[in-house]
């Protein structure tokens, strides 16, 4: 069995996100030359928004490394988080949730495009807006969103109860 070399796995990841595109060069000069690449989303992988407040609600804090293993732990897939905007952008499959996300959470599609920040950002730095909370591991291993739906339902129950303690 071999080992597939960091660099070489993540070169995997960025190539299979820029696919995303008609033009995927472009996401590799957007990453290079600001960090962050719009990617279309409907196509390769799709993405749900979720509120930063249900995320702590169902992590029971505000802590950046307790929320981002209790993503990591639960979705089992990539997560890129938007502190500015006090968003979590969770990757699935491209293909709508067959029911309610409520009120914290929105599924963006075809027709949508996302900043993805450049593999390398794993890390929040008030030099750029969003990082990759959970990164993505192997080109195409998205998060199952039955996973998600369970997190989403936890973290609306803990909102109900009262919030981040």
Known sequence: MSIVPEAVRREAVAAWLA????RPRNAHQEWAACGIALLALGRRFSALRVAEELVCAT??????TTVNNLLRDALHGPV???PRGRRFYVLVPSSPPVQSLGP????L???TYLGVPHIEWRRPDERHGGYWAVPME???ALCDPDRVLGLIEAGSAALDEGGVS
């Open 59 to 64: 992590a029971r804090g505000t802590d950046t």
């Open 109 to 111: 599609g075809l027709g």
């Open 80 to 82: 890129i988080h938007d």
């Open 19 to 22: 696919g995303s595109l008609n």
């Open 104 to 107: 914290y959470a929105t599924y």
């Open 138 to 140: 192997t080109p195409g």
